[in-house]
């Protein structure tokens, strides 16, 4: 009996091949999610974390920042912040929904999640932070209930 006949070699090296490939050089490409940010409000805490959110998920590795106005399908996150009166300004209820948006879509998009934080000029950096984990889970959310909707993204 034959352990390895050269006839057999170019099969089996064709079979290792397809094994190991993932594995060697070939890469996958992550896809990141595209997401518009939103503000309404007149406040400047309110802008300020709009400003810092977008800075997050342009650092973000899963997620894209794009214009709100972009053609293509995306997670609008909207951050509705008013003056909390009795504090002399200086916290800003903030509002935050999530919502997947496509043009063809009946109504204003697919409602995902919403949010409610309150914030001041002194941590701004963690109040937008905190919006990422929720925007995660929005994601997920959209991936888990309707992927065919996940899968334009």
Same mark, same amino acid.
């Given at each position: 009996m034959e352990s390895c &006949?050269? %006839?057999?070699?170019?099969?089996?090296?064709t079979v290792f091949s397809v094994f190991l490939a993932p594995h060697i050089g070939f890469t996958q490409v992550?896809?990141?999610? +595209?997401v518009a940010v939103s503000h309404r409000g007149v406040d400047e805490v309110? %802008?300020? *974390? $709009?400003h810092r959110l977008?800075? $997050?998920?342009?650092?973000s590795k899963r997620f894209s920042l794009i214009a709100q106005n972009t053609p293509r399908p995306r997670i609008i996150i909207t951050l509705d912040s008013v003056v909390v009166p009795q504090l002399q300004g200086q !916290?800003? $209820?903030?509002?935050? &929904?999530?919502?997947y948006y496509r043009?063809?879509? +009946? /109504? *204003? /998009? !697919?409602?995902?999640g919403t949010a409610v934080n309150s914030c001041s000029l002194k941590i701004i950096?963690?109040?937008a932070q905190?919006?990422? +984990?929720?925007?995660?889970?929005?994601?997920?959310?959209?991936?888990?209930h309707d992927p065919d909707l996940w899968n334009t993204l």
């Open positions: &006949s050269w %006839r057999t070699l170019p099969g089996l090296i992550s896809k990141t999610m +595209p309110g %802008r300020s *974390v $709009a977008e800075e $997050a998920i342009r650092a !916290v800003s $209820a903030i509002g935050i &929904s999530f919502i043009r063809g879509l +009946p /109504g *204003v /998009g !697919v409602f995902l950096e963690s109040c905190s919006i990422i +984990p929720k925007l995660e889970e929005a994601a997920d959310f959209l991936k888990r």
